[in-house]
């Protein structure tokens, strides 16, 4: 019975939100993982991170459609800055982006 409405929770939610509506509004992990990256963010620690290149950005808005958060990644792009909460580094912009304009890179800052 708890599996059926775990299931039709997760089902609801993704029919009325959108998709990954579980990730969005349900993930217990997400909290730590927003906690980590602002301490991250603090102490300066090298991480697996996001840099973008606005210069080589044609807005073409691929990265937007392969985004499985829903991001604004286009915009994140554009100011140059990809820091965003709910970022997973799933790394589907930087696949899918066809002028290299988002790279992984592991660094501080
Ligand atoms: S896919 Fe690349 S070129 Fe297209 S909007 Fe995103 S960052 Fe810009
Ligand atoms: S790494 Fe994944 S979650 Fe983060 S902006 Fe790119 S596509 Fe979206």
Redesign the pocket.
């Known amino acids: 019975m708890i599996y059926y409405i775990v299931v039709l929770l997760f089902l609801g939610l993704s029919v009325a939100i959108g998709r990954r509506a579980g990730c969005h509004y349900l993930c217990w992990m997400a909290p730590f993982m927003i906690l980590g990256r602002k301490l991250r963010n603090l102490t300066r620690w090298p991480a697996l991170h996001l840099v ?1 290149m606005p210069e ?9 459609a392969t985004c499985p958060m829903s991001l604004p ?2 915009d994140l ?1 554009q100011r140059g800055d990809m820091e965003h909460d709910e970022c997973i580094l799933c790394g589907n ?1 930087v696949d ?4 290299d ?2 790279r992984y890179r592991f660094s501080s800052g």
């Open positions: 973008a080589r950005c044609t807005q073409c808005g691929r990265c937007v990644v286009s792009v912009c899918t982006c066809p002028h304009s988002i």
